[in-house]
């Protein structure tokens, strides 16, 4: 019994193998499947099904009718579902209606508000909101010409700016 034990000491492939074996055994036995779960179909039974042909093994599974129920009975409740539906349909546009209105009453208030105090700013005679200089487009281009002609020479400027 000893040698025996020291052979498969020996050789640790050997060991490998009779677990990878016996693994395989036990998980064999764990895939029952079970009754609630449908078999699995093979790829062309299911290309067959999706080409419209029907394997002879599901021709006994035929699927039960759907349950008749009466016209009437249908029409009825469906008018019943439309006039809910504009029902709730007519209340919530009410409310739309009405959230617009106060929205826009709000509007003006705020934009009467906001007029009102532009005009209390816009005072000609405070120091505090008087306007600045206005300089107009061509003001602007004579002013850059002559900072370039009163300023020192482009040659003398140096080329890199300083970073900060």
Do not use: C
């Amino acid at each position: 019994m000893g040698e025996f034990i020291d052979f498969f000491l020996e050789n640790p492939f050997l060991i490998i193998v009779l677990i990878g074996v016996l693994t395989s055994m036990l998980g064999k036995k764990k895939q029952i499947q079970d009754p609630d779960t449908p078999p699995k179909k093979k790829w062309q039974e299911v290309m067959r099904e999706l080409q419209g042909e029907v394997p002879q093994g599901n021709q006994q599974q035929k699927h039960a009718p759907p349950p008749v129920r009466k016209v009437e009975q249908q029409a009825a409740q469906a008018v019943e579902v439309i006039d809910e539906t504009k029902n709730e349909a007519n209340k919530r546009i009410a409310e739309l209606r009405r959230l617009q209105q106060k929205y826009d009453q709000e509007r003006l208030y705020q934009k009467a508000k906001a007029d009102q105090l532009t005009s209390t700013i816009s005072d000609n005679n405070s120091p505090v909101y008087s306007k600045g200089p206005s300089f107009g487009k061509k003001q602007l281009i004579d002013g850059i010409i002559m900072s370039e002609v009163l300023g020192p020479p482009r040659a003398k400027r140096s080329l890199h700016r300083s970073r900060r």
